[in-house]
């Protein structure tokens, strides 16, 4: 059997769809559509057409939920979730898509209330299937649909019936919209949006706009009606303000100046309820007053330039995949807020209505992205790319218009986004006139117009620093990606936003702040957004039962892009990483310095004061508290900066003394309690003599003889030179550890050669390491010499087929009681990339040679991990934490638990704390930093889920003399000059007691 011909068809979709319109709240009634339905799955799509047979008897099928995806159903019976980023996972054969297409037909009977108006229009609303579907009513086709996250509305009022109506939908996985739809996420079918019944009399109303403007102190309404004659008088009512006006007919629709009103912003989210009343329908919205502009290359709501401190959001739950949930979306944007992101770009596709309405609530910026990538043709040149063809020229502005005119309401929408990576062409550019002339106030975003010739922003994804740069300033005028220096030009002129920047997959993304300080320093660069909020993962099973959180390849696919899909903020679980940590601290909308003996407190918000803000302080001694209280603080208004003097600090006279001041929200807010931290700073309060001074040189031992090395200094008992015991308890080590599991980051090939020379491009770093074996590092012992309270030895270290090394000398030495240990590593030449760390590693078995190790107690930075190019969110402080705690459990095993700045640690038993480390700076100022794992990092490597993770019987403590930046490299640019750990030769000492 021929697949139907609407299989093959490049139409948005055909019968009686209605035009699209506001997703509105009013009072004409509707029938919710959701619940139970007749389901029944089939792996292809050439099936009989009896789906709407009214006598068909369809006792025999499954039940399925509407909304739900049914790969999420079912347990496997029908299909499962598929993951890939830009390739397709069908033939690329445009329009065509094969016919093993998993098609699920569904059917559902419903009675019309008895109540039902009688006269009015009836529409049927689909909020989103995936991907094409065919409806019918009591057996009558009704008409097929594309776009799977855009609302389509077919007209019934000819079909339905009183009584009862039996509505069929046949749903394909695979269409020709499947070519407009190849978003980097998972491919999950079915209708995930509510299916509603909704009556629209004739004196109702047909769509409503109500533009709003802000200017200095006075707000207007600009309203758009559309109503036949019959439905007016039309009012419309903002009972705050006072306004009420009706007209008499559409001729009389006029704009109305309300008078003072509150602005509408992120940070004063300030809504009014506004109702629209014909005859026979009354809409109730909440309207907030703004003006968005571009003037030269700013983009301005209310007058003021608008800073992204944005994220991309998916939708995305590990359950239930894209269907709404509207307790975790709002939970979703509540965390955002407390997390200081201001802004979502909603990739690549609306999201849920209800999303929206949570946004203008809550107060973010939102750019609102339409349903559309054609990444798949970029692996083929772009050869065929429906984005210029004439042919998808009807789809493409179908999802245009009905991103536009379902959310055109919403004040959080301040820009409209044309969709994602679907290379360029005059489809694009017709979007873009269709855009402009409906809603010429808002701007128009498509990130892959790269010369700018149908876009009125200019956006880029993970440029490196330098290219930002570039982009910030006329400077050399260098060419920009993809334009001529004219073109370039052109782009300058325009205000610029990161689309997407920092990617957030596994441990990073490192160097946030170096982005946000060229924000800081060019107006014209308009932040931007993180990829991404959050993991994809979805929950699964392993055959044993054990659940965790699936990625590409953990379903079974034919072709999968593996765990590109877990590169969010916030991990499937709901945890924030520590990624998102340093976000919030690097973003922070109140920055603070300190200058003499005073607090110099700037106000980085868009429009709103710190009179929401409290300034609570307190000092630390060696990490203790002290002394804390309340500074007070004229309220600062945005753009603005206060100074206040510092309290006179109590200093240490032994140790360090840390003032740490913190903003926070003196109320509680909707989306966090009073004393919520909005904002941190700490001040170095002096050293006191003992901790300033430099570290003592090292004891001079005399007299080295060789020897056997089985000996004992104070709690370190040692055999043949190397530790075996430490206080009691069997401790072995320390070994040269040069290598970390790799991070996603690590294993990036886009390494780029303008923003560092860590790498080789094109190259992973965790690619040269594993070539160079540092995972596998081998041991020669060379000598052991020992001298009156003293043990040396010298270890060549190096790895199979090599012939770099690197010699490593210890020097244990006990004077005064007190137990020294100075490690020196000294590389050879001829190491060719840089090191993932340099440290050493010491092992503490908890099988029946010792207890196991439960937590730490240490002195440094904290509390969450830290790399040199992500140390923003880090304070000084004593912190402690169980050794399961100090690990961060990312999607697929890596790197993690890294602690910056240790001056001292100790590990406890399950009887307190056991064994302590002291550490001295080395020579330059340096002080180490630490891991504690349950594993090590050869273990952590070989895991491709957490699950995976052998169970341990060691707890392993290494010192990291240094560690390599984390940057950005598994979708951008590598880790930054600075922070790339080259092989140098390096100094750790520490001092150890039981
Ligand atoms: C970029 C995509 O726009 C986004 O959807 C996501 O796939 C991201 O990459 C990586 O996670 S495109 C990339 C080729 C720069």
Redesign the pocket.
């Known amino acids: 059997m021929l697949p139907p011909a609407y299989l093959a068809d490049t139409a948005p979709g055909r019968g009686a769809r209605l035009a699209p319109r506001s997703w509105l709240r009013t009072d004409a009634p509707t029938l919710s559509l959701s619940g139970e339905w007749a389901f029944r799955y089939s792996p292809h799509a050439a099936l009989p057409d009896d789906v709407a047979v009214p006598g068909l008897d369809d006792t025999g099928w499954d039940r399925l939920p509407v909304p739900a995806h049914w790969v999420l159903q079912g347990d496997g019976a029908y299909g499962r979730p598929a993951y890939t ?2 390739q397709y996972p069908f033939p690329v054969d445009p329009p065509h898509v094969p016919d093993e297409n998993p098609t699920g037909d569904y059917r559902r009977r419903f009675d019309l209330p008895a109540d039902w108006p009688a006269g009015a229009q009836v529409a049927l609303r689909f909020d989103g299937v995936e991907s094409l579907y065919r409806v019918w009513l009591n057996g009558e086709e009704v008409g097929v649909a594309t776009g799977s996250r855009l609302a389509q509305e077919f007209d019934v009022t000819g079909l339905v019936r009183p009584g009862e109506n039996l509505l069929s939908v046949r749903v394909h996985q695979w269409s020709p919209a499947s070519y407009l739809e190849d ?2 996420q998972w491919w999950l079918p079915g209708i995930f949006r509510d299916v509603t019944l909704v009556a629209r009399p004739l004196d109702g109303l047909g769509d409503v706009w109500l533009r709003t403007g802000w200017d200095a102190e006075t707000g207007w309404v600009d309203p758009e009606i559309v109503a036949e004659e019959a439905a007016f008088p039309v009012t419309l009512r903002i009972p705050e303000l006072g306004v009420e006006a009706v007209w008499d007919s559409p001729a009389a629709v006029a704009r109305i100046e309300v008078g003072p009103a509150e602005p509408w912003s992120a940070e004063s989210p300030r809504l009014y309820d506004a109702t629209v009343a014909s005859r026979g329908e009354t809409a109730s919205l909440r309207i907030g007053f703004r003006t968005v502009e571009i003037r030269g290359d700013r983009l301005l709501v209310n007058g003021r330039r608008v800073v992204f401190h944005g994220m991309n959001r998916h939708e995305t739950h590990p359950e239930r995949g894209r269907v709404f949930d509207e307790a975790h979306a709002r939970e979703d944007l509540a965390l955002m807020k407390r997390f200081n992101v201001n802004a979502i770009r909603t ?2 596709y609306p999201p849920h209505p209800r999303l929206l309405e949570l946004a203008d609530e809550l107060g973010l910026w939102v750019v609102l992205e339409c349903d559309l ?1 054609t ?1 798949g043709f970029g692996m083929h040149d772009w050869a065929g790319n429906p984005s210029d063809d004439a042919r998808w020229r009807d789809a493409y502005l179908d999802r245009i218009e009905r991103t536009v005119e379902r959310d055109k309401n919403h004040p959080s929408v301040i820009v409209w986004s044309l969709g ?2 679907a290379g360029t062409g005059s489809n694009l550019a017709a979007m873009a006139a269709w855009v402009h002339a409906r809603d010429p106030e808002r701007p128009v975003h498509y990130e892959g117009d790269y010369t700018g010739e149908y876009t009125d922003v200019y956006s880029r ?2 440029p490196s620093l330098l290219e930002t740069r570039e982009i910030g300033t006329d400077g050399s005028l260098a060419p920009l990606l993809g334009c001529s220096p004219a073109q370039g030009a052109r782009q300058r002129t325009k205000p610029f936003l990161l689309c ?1 920047y920092a ?1 957030a ?1 596994g441990n990073g993304p490192g160097a946030l702040d170096r982005y946000e300080a060229l924000v800081d320093e060019l107006p014209r660069l308009h932040g931007g957004f993180v ?2 909020w959050r993991d994809h993962g979805l929950l699964t099973r392993t055959a044993d039962g054990t659940p965790f959180y699936g990625y590409g390849g953990d379903f079974g696919e034919v072709v999968h892009d593996g765990s ?1 899909v877990m ?1 969010g903020m916030v991990l499937s679980s709901g945890v924030p990483t520590p990624g998102l940590h340093e976000f919030k601290a690097v973003v922070q909308p109140v920055r603070f310095a300190f200058a003499g003996g005073a607090l110099v407190v700037s106000n980085h918000r868009h429009s709103a004061s710190t009179a929401d803000l409290r300034l609570v302080w307190r000092v630390e001694h060696d990490g203790r508290p002290v002394a804390d209280g309340v500074l007070e603080v004229p309220e600062v208004a945005a753009g603005s900066s206060a100074t206040v003097p510092v309290p006179g600090l109590p200093v240490a006279e032994t140790g360090e003394t840390w003032f740490t001041v913190e903003a926070v929200l003196a109320e509680d807010a909707s989306w966090a309690p009073a004393g919520h931290v909005v904002a941190t700073a700490q001040l170095d309060a002096g050293r006191a003599a003992s901790a300033a001074a430099p570290a003592p040189a090292p004891a001079r031992v005399r007299g080295w003889q060789p020897a056997a090395g089985d000996l004992r200094l104070g709690a370190a008992e040692f055999a043949g030179g190397r530790l075996v015991r430490l206080g009691g308890r069997v401790v072995s080590g320390p070994l040269l550890e040069l290598f970390r599991a790799p991070t996603d980051n690590d294993e990036g090939g886009y390494s780029n050669p303008e923003g560092s020379d860590a790498s080789i491009p094109g190259t992973s770093s965790a690619q040269l390491w594993r070539a160079q074996g540092l995972d596998r590092l081998v041991h020669r012992l060379v000598s052991v010499e020992e001298a009156p309270g003293a043990l040396r030895t010298v270890t060549r270290v190096s790895a199979a087929n090599a012939t770099a090394s690197v010699t490593v000398e210890q020097v244990w030495t006990l004077s005064d009681g007190e137990l020294e240990l100075r490690v020196e590593i000294e590389p050879s030449t001829g190491w060719p990339s840089v090191w993932p760390r340099v440290g050493v590693r010491f092992e503490l078995p908890d099988d029946d040679r010792g207890p196991a190790v439960s937590g730490v107690e240490w002195f440094g930075l904290g509390p969450l991990e830290s790399y040199p190019d992500s140390l923003r969110a880090a304070q000084v402080g004593r912190y402690t934490a169980t050794v399961d705690e100090l690990s961060v459990e990312y999607a697929r095993p890596q790197e993690t638990g890294h602690r910056s700045e240790v001056r001292s640690l100790a590990l406890g038993g399950p009887d307190g704390a056991d064994l302590r480390w002291d550490f001295l700076p080395d020579g330059r100022g340096r002080l180490p930093g630490f891991t504690l794992s349950r594993h090590t990092p050869q273990q952590i490597a070989a895991a491709g889920h957490p699950h995976e993770l052998p169970a341990s019987t060691t707890t392993h403590l290494i010192v990291d003399a240094g560690q390599h930046g984390v940057g950005s490299a598994a ?1 951008g640019p590598d880790v930054w000059l600075e922070h790339a750990l080259r092989p140098e030769a390096r100094t750790l000492r520490m001092r150890l007691r039981a």
């Open positions: 980023n830009v978003q980097d990739s690549h990538e990444h994602n990576e994804m993970y997407e990617h997959m990829w991404e590109f590169d979708c």
